[in-house]
């Protein structure tokens, strides 16, 4: 009977000891609750827009498209187009979701490593193997030999080539314009295009129909068949479309404040 009484006395005993050990842990942590969401909100706080699209050095645009990224490592981005009214504000005119490369974005990229570039550029032209959807975008319909080349000699320049192209440009160093689905309409993006042109730094990065699966891209940016038409349509040489691409921080930083 005695060591009944102990046991129970002891089991008393150590149910105070995890009570009271329950507590002061409970107040230890309750303290920390407003130092955790201050934590938080200061770090949603940090990655939001700081920028308006008045704020970028565009020059005579009158239409941008923005797509922003919310890290350098984000495959699914927002895309918005925006255009001036005739009091010169910015107005917006679709919003959308759309993908960019593999590995992100990236202010530095270079051939093959699988990012779109940041940065603000502006637009060669339109293309691709349907007809002309409707925009006022130079357009260029594709043909079986139409080549977006990057090797050394005719680096990211469109070149037409009717025999086997892994003989002439070696596998790899070519985008085939008229058999990749995606490319049934596109933009070409003046990016590392010209007398000024960069050999390796990127070439053949378009504004495309996005791969159905979601997944990035070689570094082009991607959105819907639907919204890209519409876009195209949308696009006036004569308003000088440009393309502003970056993470959150990298557009605010991009931004005249």
Request: charged residues 20%.
């Amino acid at each position: 009977m005695f060591m009944k009484k102990l046991f129970h006395l002891n089991n008393k005993k150590l149910f105070f000891k995890v009570l009271c050990l329950s507590v002061v842990v409970y107040l230890l942590f309750a303290a920390n609750i407003p130092n955790i969401s201050i934590s938080v909100k200061a770090k949603v706080a940090s990655s939001s827009n700081k920028f308006a699209i008045k704020d970028f050095a565009l020059g005579k645009s009158r239409q941008v498209i923005l797509v922003q990224a919310s890290s350098a490592s984000s495959v699914h981005v927002k895309y918005k187009t925006y255009e001036k009214d005739s009091n010169d504000n910015w107005k917006l005119k679709l919003s959308t979701i759309g993908v960019v490369g593999k590995k992100g974005v990236s202010a530095n990229r270079h051939e093959g490593d699988l990012t779109t570039p940041e940065g603000i550029y502006g637009f060669l032209f339109a293309f691709g193997r349907a007809s002309n959807p409707g925009t006022k975008m130079q357009y260029r319909k594709t043909h079986p030999g139409d080549y977006w080349v990057s090797t050394r000699k005719q680096y990211n320049l469109w070149v037409k080539y009717k025999s086997n192209p892994n003989t002439k440009f070696g596998r790899g160093n070519y985008e085939d314009l008229y058999a990749t689905s995606l490319y049934k309409y596109a933009a070409a993006l003046d990016f590392n295009y010209g007398k000024n042109k960069i050999i390796g730094k990127g070439s053949a990065i378009f504004m495309h129909i996005a791969p159905h699966s979601g997944r990035g891209t070689a570094g082009c940016i991607g959105i819907s068949e639907k919204s890209l038409v519409k876009v195209l349509k949308w696009m006036d040489p004569k308003k000088n479309p440009k393309i502003i691409i970056g993470t959150t921080a990298y557009l605010n930083k991009l931004a005249k404040h």
